[in-house]
């Protein structure tokens, strides 16, 4: 498919509280490409970006569309983390319970750790300990592992409360917290020690996702469906709730800005939110996308937000009807939406 930019637009949408209301502007490719996606990564001030898709990882130039690199073989991918220091970069696969480890520059492949745990999804980098953190859907139990970025060697294992963890975020002086979806909470990890400090209920959140962390205010966000939260993490305690749309999966922060970016996948929007102090937020937009971008991922130095969705076209003829409470089988691609917000 040809990659081109479709449109160019103005995003303002009265903010339903106090503030200033931002515009902000869209730009849309379709960088063509096979398979689905979870999440993508903004590489801070390159332009580049990593996006998911099912069997492989696209790179592409976020100002552009344009495709510059592809990794392949990542079965059932899901995230992507990099890691300037040791100039690499690591990739869950669902499917094969590993962690692709590539050369940033060549983007070859180096080798792919195999995780005995299984239901890899989540992944980050924490510069505090220099680990990367993965968050599993492990069986019977949720499961946080680190590995080194250097060697590739998994340095630790930590059983969770959820067999549904999601993001993970950093408070950078020794601290990871860690979104468990399934029982709507939050759990705090020594990451030195490689043990469980503390779980924090996130009501009125449900299905906590999306998680990032401001150093400056020492606050802690978390993504969910309708109602997102701000968490005070030196007493677990909500100070702060953000109105959303439904279909979170994760989160965006530009902290120069003090925006947080908050996907609705099932809605089709992301709402934008400013910090006006630690403990008071106001939506300063809504910014439509599609139906299903529910990832997201921020450059902190050229403030842009990217959002990735592929567009399906309808099943073959003679398809198998879904199962009762399943998705059930898609289309094929049709076209592969990559979203650039900035303004």
């Given at each position: 498919?040809t990659?081109?930019?479709?449109?160019?637009?103005?995003?303002?949408?009265?903010?339903?509280?106090?503030?200033?209301?931002?515009?902000?502007?869209?730009a849309?490719?379709?960088?063509?490409?096979d398979?689905?996606?979870d999440?993508?990564?903004?590489?801070?001030g390159?332009?580049?970006?990593f996006?998911?898709?099912?069997?492989?990882?696209?790179?592409?130039?976020?100002?552009?569309?344009?495709?510059l690199?592809?990794?392949?073989?990542t079965?059932?991918?899901?995230?992507?983390a990099?890691?300037?220091g040791?100039?690499?970069?690591?990739?869950?696969?669902?499917?094969?319970?590993?962690?692709?480890?590539?050369?940033?520059?060549?983007?070859?492949?180096?080798?792919?750790?195999?995780?005995a745990?299984g239901?890899?999804?989540?992944?980050?980098?924490?510069?505090?300990?220099?680990?990367?953190?993965?968050t599993?859907?492990?069986?019977?139990?949720g499961t946080?592992?680190?590995?080194?970025?250097?060697?590739?060697?998994?340095a630790?294992t930590?059983?969770?409360?959820?067999?549904?963890?999601?993001?993970?975020?950093?408070?950078?002086?020794g601290?990871i917290f860690?979104?468990n979806?399934?029982?709507?909470?939050?759990?705090?990890?020594?990451?030195?020690?490689?043990a469980?400090?503390?779980?924090?209920?996130?009501?009125?959140c449900?299905g906590?996702?999306?998680?990032?962390?401001?150093?400056?205010?020492n606050?802690?966000?978390?993504?969910c469906?309708?109602t997102?939260?701000?968490i005070?993490?030196?007493?677990?305690?909500?100070?702060?709730?953000?109105?959303?749309?439904?279909?979170?999966?994760?989160?965006?922060?530009?902290?120069?800005q003090?925006?947080?970016y908050?996907?609705?996948?099932?809605?089709?929007?992301?709402?934008?939110?400013h910090e006006d102090?630690p403990?008071?937020?106001s939506?300063?937009?809504?910014?439509?996308?599609?139906?299903?971008?529910?990832?997201?991922?921020?450059?902190?130095?050229?403030?842009v937000a990217?959002?990735?969705?592929?567009?399906?076209?309808?099943?073959?003829?003679?398809?198998?009807?879904?199962?009762?409470?399943?998705?059930?089988?898609r289309?094929?691609?049709?076209?592969?939406?990559?979203?650039?917000?900035?303004h």
């Open positions: 498919m990659r081109h930019a479709l449109c160019v637009l103005a995003a303002i949408f009265a903010a339903p509280r106090a503030g200033p209301a931002q515009t902000f502007k869209v849309r490719f379709n960088i063509g490409g398979g689905g996606t999440y993508l990564t903004a590489e801070p390159t332009g580049r970006v996006v998911s898709r099912g069997t492989h990882v696209m790179v592409v130039d976020g100002a552009t569309g344009k495709v690199g592809d990794i392949p073989d079965p059932r991918t899901h995230g992507i990099l890691v300037p040791s100039h690499h970069g690591f990739i869950t696969n669902g499917g094969d319970s590993t962690v692709t480890m590539f050369d940033l520059a060549s983007l070859a492949v180096i080798k792919k750790i195999r995780v745990t239901g890899l999804d989540g992944i980050m980098y924490d510069d505090f300990s220099g680990h990367i953190i993965l599993n859907h492990s069986r019977p139990i946080v592992v680190a590995l080194d970025p250097a060697s590739g060697a998994i630790g930590v059983e969770l409360e959820d067999d549904a963890p999601e993001g993970a975020a950093s408070d950078g002086k601290r860690v979104n979806e399934g029982k709507s909470t939050m759990q705090v990890i020594d990451d030195r020690k490689l469980v400090l503390a779980s924090w209920p996130l009501a009125p449900e906590p996702t999306g998680i990032a962390y401001d150093r400056a205010a606050r802690i966000f978390s993504g469906g309708k997102s939260v701000v005070d993490p030196a007493s677990g305690k909500i100070v702060a709730t953000i109105a959303n749309g439904e279909g979170v999966d994760a989160l965006g922060w530009d902290p120069a003090r925006l947080i908050i996907p609705a996948g099932r809605d089709s929007n992301v709402t934008v939110a102090t403990d008071r937020y939506v300063v937009a809504t910014v439509p996308t599609m139906r299903g971008a529910k990832t997201i991922s921020v450059d902190p130095v050229k403030h990217y959002l990735f969705q592929p567009e399906y076209g309808p099943l073959p003829p003679g398809s198998p009807a879904p199962a009762p409470g399943s998705r059930g089988p289309g094929p691609v049709v076209a592969a939406w990559f979203f650039a917000i900035s």
